[in-house]
Structures are given as C-alpha cells and as structure tokens.
C-alpha cells in the first residue's frame, strides 16, 4: 500500500490502535511473518470488553515452534463438537477465541510466551496441508478441538481483515480525492506564483528598457557636446576615429582667443616701451606726463594679462574636466555599444529565476549584467563567461577548469568587504553564468575616471576597506592572496562600502608553505602597474606571499591620492615588461601637488618596500597606526 495512503489512514483512525498497523499485523499474522509483542496473553475473563485490536497485537507469530511441540499441546478429543458448535459463535470474535485458547493452553500446560508461536505453527501446518481450506464451510465433527479453535480464529481475522480492507479502500479513496485537491491547489497556486513573477519581471523589464532608452538619449545629446567615434577610410580599411565635439572646440578656441589676446598685450607692451624710449629728447613737463601715462598704461597691460592668465588656468581647469567626462561618456559609449552586440540583451530569464535586465560592462571573455534573482529577491550580477566557439577543447577545458577553481575559491568567502559569490550554472556548451552580489555604485576605476584624485580622508577610508577584506583572506584556515588588486576589482555598493572581486588569478597558500612564501607559477599573469618587483624575477621561480597584496594596495592608495601610479603610469603592459620598470621601481617619488600627509606617504612607502623582507605582510600593515588611526608618537 502506498505510504501515503497509510499516513492517512493511521491519522484518520478513531481505533486504538491504527489502522496501518493493525492491517500489517492481520496480514503479518496471515501469512506467518513475526511481529514483536509487547504485552503478554490477556486474561480473557468474559467481563473484558477491550477491544479486539488490543487483544489482538498480543499474539505473536511465529513460524519457528517444532511439531514435537505441537502435539504436547493436542486438545481434549473427548469434547463434545457440540459444545464448540454452541460457543462457536462467541468464538467468532476476538475476545472468546482468546478466553478459549487461554483455557486450552492452561489445559495443555504451555508455557505463556510459547502460547501464540505453537498456536499458529498449528494451523500453518493445517492449511499447507489443505486441511483447511474455508473456515466457514468445514465440516467442524472432522477436526479435532484445537482445529476448531484455529479455524474460529482465522474467521475471526478473515472478517477483521475484510472490514479492514473496506475502510482502507475508503480511506484510499478519500486519499485519492484529497491529494487530487492538494495537486489542484497547488497548481493554482503556481499558475498564480507564475503571474506574479511575469508582472514583476514585466515591470523590471520596462524599467530597464526605460534605462536604456534614457542612457541612449543621453549618449546623443552629450556626443554634441563631448564628442563621437566616427569611421574614417583609408584605401580600403575603414578605422574609427575619435571626433571631438563641441565643448572641446570651445574650449580650444577661448584658450587661442586668450592666447592671442595675450599676444596682442604683450605687442602692445613692447609699444610702449618703445615709445618711452623715443621721447627721451622731450620736454621735462612733457616727459614727466608721458611716464605717468606710460606706467598707468603698463600697469594696465600688467593687469589684463594677469587676468588672462586666470582665464587660461579656468580653461585649462574646463578642459581636464571635459577629458574625465569624455573617458566616462566613451566608457557609456563602449557600454552601450557591447549592450546592442550581445546576445544577452533580450531581457531572458536565466536558469529560471535570473531575471537578466542592462548590461553593466565588459571584460576579457565576460559579460556582466545587471539581474533580477526572482528566488531570492534581490538585484544580482550575472557574469556571462562565453568560450570562444573558434578556441580548441583544449583551451576551452583550461578556461573552465580555471573558472571552476575561481568559483571554488570565491564561493567560500564570505565577508562584508567581499563581494559574495552566490551560484554558477551552465547557459549551453559554450556559456555559463557566475551570479555575484550586486553592486550597485561604481568601481574604482570609474571613479577615479571621473575625479582624477580622492581626498586623502576618502582614499583612506578606502585603504581601510580593503585591507579588512584582505584581512580576512589571510586569517582563514586556507589563506588566500588576491594577486590582482586593481582599481577594476574594487566595486562600491549603494551605501560606498568598498568591495574586493575577481579571483581568477588568486592563489591558495597551502600549510607547508615556509615563511618564504609560495613558488609563482604563474608568472606573466596580472595587470602589471600594481604587481612587486619580485613578481618579475626572470632568473628563478618567485616566491610570493601576501606582501603582493600590500604591494598592490600602496599602488591603489598612490593612485588615489595623486591621479596617476607610482611607476610606468604611461607605459604600456609591454613596454613595462621590455623596459623592466617595476624591476627598477626601486623608490617611490612623490608629487608635490595635491598636498598629502607625511603619515600617508609613509605608509605608502612601507607598502611599496622593494624588498619583500622589507615589506609587511598583509596583517602587519592592516595594523599600521596609519589604517587604525592611530596617531604615531612623535
Ligand atoms: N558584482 C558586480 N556588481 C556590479 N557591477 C559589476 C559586478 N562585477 C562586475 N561588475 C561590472 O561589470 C563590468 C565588467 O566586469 P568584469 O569583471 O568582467 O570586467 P573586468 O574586470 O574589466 O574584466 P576582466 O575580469 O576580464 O579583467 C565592470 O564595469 C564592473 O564594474
């Protein structure tokens, strides 16, 4: 019988005893199974009414007792069959079949446990030997007492059963009937849960294409002002080109317009000096009026030029301005640009639950969307890592092997200054999807694309953040060294708490590794303007430890404060690489401008220490007075 027809029927039954288990007894003891007892024989006085099914979970079943015991139980022969014929229909029921058997076996003097083992061996014997055969139609003359006793008996259960098959076949089918209510209900109630999650990705898929809509207006009006990518032909290649637009031509032509009025000031001024030198032969009067007139007019070039030259650095000022806008509106740009190309920007739902809505940038071999978790109702990131279909199966294993070993480190960290990895899933064979925590202000690399420098209490407050996470990666059983600290891997969420990401290149320090640190195998890995000198050793296998980290984050910090990294800041990946720039980074020079605390400079010297014996490990330098604003004794 079904398990769940059985549940139903136990918490249906009004018995004492439940019905599961009293039909598993009837049909236990039908067919000779063993079912424990827990009470010993009832005394079957006739003045107890308890019920059958009580006395009934009293027999055990056994088909174990030996035939030499059975015959040391044979009834009396001498009984009348009438006597039985008269009682039999006392006997019918549970309680006379007990009473009667009580005095048999006290008659036969068998031991009380044994009782209900030989009893039933008994009729066992009987029926496999088809002596009986209907226990309402035998003859009863022909048997002997104890037959007759067994064949009551098995009446008795025969109707108990009987009855008891009904009431299941009733219960199965108000089971049926109920379960088809559940399965009912239940698919209303995914039919509704279906809706709501349409409506709510209905609306999020408006706002997104509202979003996108906006963003795309945006990039025209401004491409007036900042500028466009235009397509330029030479021969037959086609190449973009970047067009400046209207605010740089302003600018352009107020700073030439100041440049010529300068000019023309300064013409003036050698005029007029020139002059004075010409009327040398005049007059006493006379020449003292002209020097009079000659210094009011050379004061007033003076002035003139002065101002100029404040209209210069304001328009210089504008022009710097219009270089950060014009790197955020190419990034919009490229944004939108990579938005229209992808194969994504349909608004699907991913893996039945991620709601996938604008497009939030581009990497080496990932797309990152903004995403709605419909499961778990929140706003997510889902990072689309597309294998190029033209890489051999090679590199494909070698790409998802090393995602997988990302995924495997990211997904166990779990910190506040972390972004959090939640699941990975595959889209087809060419694609899977990491979902990320969202976050959902800018990373540092955009804002230092918008604002050139932070202020030192800002850039602190960063550097605090980032080594809390760093942190926490060196005080786990299994440490972890980020390896890939950049402006880039460090997102903002909504309330500004920074947060470090991208473990594609990280590496596990395992146990065994000595204070030296760990052997680099990988070396020509990481963006290079913020990798240690020793992470460039040609001559033998590198040893690293955390200290790349601390190295990495005096880079972030430098760059913070002063708009530009300490060492190759204009260089390219590979001509920092051909010009061993970073082998030489022996010192770290600072500019004078904007002004920033000696302490600041300290530590970023400490952190940019050449020699690793020099640098401190991650845990030092998080406890550096500097991070934990402590004030250094003088
Ligand atoms: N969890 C996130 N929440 C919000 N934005 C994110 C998240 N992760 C990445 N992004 C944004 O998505 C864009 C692409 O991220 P991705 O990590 O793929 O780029 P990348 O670091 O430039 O590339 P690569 O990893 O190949 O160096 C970036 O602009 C980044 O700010």
């Avoid at 920007?345 to 939030?360: Q, S, T, V």
């Avoid at 473990?503 to 030296?516: A, H, N, Y």
């Amino acid at each position: 019988m079904h398990d769940n027809v059985l549940l139903h029927l136990s918490s249906n039954s009004n018995h004492s005893d439940s019905l599961p288990s009293k039909l598993a007894k009837l049909e236990a003891r039908m067919a000779g199974k063993s079912i424990p007892a827990a009470k010993p024989l009832p005394d079957a006085s006739p003045s107890s009414t308890d019920s059958d099914e009580d006395n009934a979970g009293d027999f055990m079943i056994q088909a174990s007792a030996s035939s030499q015991k059975r015959k040391t139980f044979q009834m009396d022969e001498s009984r009348e069959v009438s006597e039985w014929t008269v009682t039999r229909k006392s006997w019918i029921t549970k309680a006379g079949q007990q009473r009667a058997a009580e005095e048999w076996a006290n008659e036969a003097g068998v031991e009380k446990q044994k009782r209900p083992s030989v009893l039933t061996h008994h009729l066992l014997q009987r029926l496999t030997t088809g002596m009986v055969r209907n226990t309402r139609d035998v003859l009863w003359s022909k048997f002997s007492t104890e037959d007759h006793w067994i064949i009551c008996w098995c009446a008795g259960l025969g109707e108990e059963l009987d009855k008891a098959r009904s009431e299941a076949c009733q219960y199965q089918r108000t089971c049926q009937q109920l379960e088809k209510e559940i399965n009912d209900m239940k698919e209303v109630q995914l039919e509704k849960e279906r809706k709501r999650l349409k409506v709510v990705s209905d609306l999020l898929i408006a706002v997104a294409k509202g979003e996108r809509q906006e963003a795309r207006l945006r990039v025209r009006q401004d491409s007036v002002r900042l500028g466009n990518v235009g397509v330029m032909r030479a021969g037959t290649l086609l190449s973009e080109v970047w067009e400046d637009g209207q605010a740089l031509k302003d600018i352009q032509a107020r700073l030439k317009s100041l440049l010529e009025q300068k000019d023309a000031i300064e013409k003036q001024r050698k005029l007029l000096k020139k002059k004075q030198n010409d009327k040398t032969d005049a007059s006493e009067s006379d020449q003292g009026l002209a020097e009079e007139e000659c210094i009011a007019t050379e004061e007033m070039y003076r002035a003139r030029i002065f101002s100029i030259k404040r209209e210069e650095e304001n328009t210089l000022r504008d022009r710097e301005r219009y270089e950060l806008e014009k790197a955020c509106f190419i990034r919009e740009l490229k944004r939108i640009r990579d938005e229209d190309g992808s194969r994504f920007n349909h608004f699907p739902i991913l893996n039945k639950r991620y709601a996938l809505l604008n497009l939030l940038g581009k990497g080496g071999f990932s797309e990152v969307y903004k995403a709605y978790d419909m499961v778990e109702y929140r706003y997510v990131a889902c990072k689309l890592h597309g294998l190029n279909v033209q890489w051999s199966e090679e590199k494909k294993q070698n790409y998802i092997r090393h995602a997988i070993r990302e995924y495997n480190i990211h997904k166990s960290l779990v910190h506040s200054h972390i972004v959090r990895l939640w699941d990975i899933f595959e889209i087809d064979h060419n694609t899977f999807c990491t979902v990320l925590q969202y976050c959902g202000g800018k990373d540092l690399d955009a804002v230092l694309k918008s604002t050139s420098v932070l202020p030192e209490r800002e850039a602190r407050s960063i550097m605090v953040q980032i080594f809390s996470g760093l942190v926490y990666l060196n005080r786990r059983s299994q440490r972890v060294i980020h390896y890939d600290l950049k402006p880039g891997n460090v997102l903002f969420d909504e309330a500004g708490a920074a947060k470090l990401t991208d473990f594609g290149l990280s590496k596990i320090v395992e146990d065994e590794v000595g204070s030296q640190g760990m052997e680099l195998t990988s070396q020509g890995a990481g963006t290079y303007w913020y990798l240690p000198p020793e992470c460039f050793d040609v001559n033998k296998t590198p040893l690293i430890s955390s200290k790349v980290d601390v190295w990495s984050a005096g880079v972030l910090f430098y760059q913070m404060l002063f708009g530009k990294r300490p060492f190759g800041h204009d260089q390219s990946q590979e001509r920092i690489l051909r010009e061993d720039t970073i082998t030489k980074a022996r010192k770290v020079e600072f500019p004078t401008r904007p002004s920033v605390s000696a302490d600041a400079k300290d530590f970023i010297r400490r952190c940019l220490s050449y020699d690793q014996m020099d640098r401190p490990d991650v845990l030092t330098a998080a406890q550096d007075p500097y991070l934990s604003y402590v004030k250094r004794k003088p």
